[in-house]
C-alpha cells in the first residue's frame, strides 16, 4: 500500500516539476516575444536612421560637393512690388544642409558644399527662378513675371546687374538681390544700399 502511494507522490511530483518547467518555458517564450523582440526591432531601426541621416551629411548629393567641402556666407535680399520676404520665419530656416539661412536670421546665406548654386536653395524653400520667362516663382503657383505693366524681375549680384543668378555659387561676402517690381533707379539704388548694410553672420 506505501508503496503505492510513494509511486503517486512521486507522479505527483514529476507532474509539479513538469508543470513548472512547462510554465517557466512559457514565461521565458512569452517574454521573449513581448520584450526583447521590439528592442531588436527598435535598435534595428534606429541603426537604419543612423546610417541613413550620417550617409546624408556626409556624401554628396545631385552633384553637390560632400558636407563641410565649403564654407560660405553672403547677404541677400528678395524684394518683392517693395516688400522683403522674410527668410527668418521657421518655415525658411535650415530647409536644406547644403546651402541655407539659420539662427533666426533671414539674410544671411550659408553654404555647406561645393557646387550648391541660388538656385538650389530657392528650391529648398519651394521657390524657383524661371530663366526662360524671366519669373520668381512659388510652389504654390503664384509667379512675378516681366510684363508690360514695367514690373522686372532685376537682379544684382555685388550691386552689378546680370541676367541670371540661377547657377551662380555665392562666395564670402558676396551681396544677392533679387526683386520684382516696378521701382525706379532711385528705389533700386536705394535697395542696394539695404543690402549693403547688411551685417553678415559668420558662424
Not at 535650415?94 to 558644399?113: A, F, K, M, P, W
Not at 516681366?146 to 540661377?166: E, Y
Request: aromatic share 8%.
Amino acid at each position: 500500500m506505501s508503496n503505492k502511494k510513494n509511486k503517486n507522490n512521486k507522479n505527483d511530483n514529476n507532474k509539479k516539476k513538469k508543470s513548472y518547467f512547462d510554465i517557466t518555458r512559457k514565461k521565458r517564450s512569452k517574454n521573449l516575444k513581448t520584450v526583447i523582440l521590439p528592442i531588436i526591432a527598435a535598435l534595428v531601426i534606429i541603426a537604419g536612421i543612423s546610417i541613413y541621416l550620417f550617409s546624408q551629411n556626409t556624401l554628396s548629393v545631385a552633384g553637390f560637393g560632400p558636407l563641410g567641402s565649403a564654407h560660405e556666407h553672403a547677404a541677400f535680399l528678395v524684394k518683392v512690388n517693395g516688400q522683403n520676404i522674410d527668410f527668418s520665419q521657421p518655415k525658411y530656416q535650415v530647409q536644406s544642409d547644403y546651402i541655407h539661412v539659420e539662427n533666426g536670421d533671414g539674410t544671411t546665406l550659408h553654404r555647406h558644399s561645393t557646387n550648391v548654386t541660388f538656385a538650389d536653395f530657392l528650391k529648398s524653400i519651394n521657390m524657383d527662378i524661371d530663366r526662360k520667362n524671366n519669373c520668381l516663382v512659388f510652389t504654390n503657383g503664384t509667379k512675378y513675371c516681366d510684363n508690360d505693366d514695367d514690373n522686372k524681375l532685376r537682379i544684382f549680384i555685388n550691386g552689378n546687374s546680370t541676367n541670371s543668378i540661377s547657377d551662380y555659387i555665392l562666395k564670402n561676402d558676396d551681396r544677392l538681390l533679387v526683386m520684382y517690381g516696378n521701382e525706379t533707379n532711385e528705389q533700386i539704388a536705394k535697395t542696394l544700399d539695404e543690402l549693403n548694410k547688411i551685417e553678415i553672420q559668420y558662424t
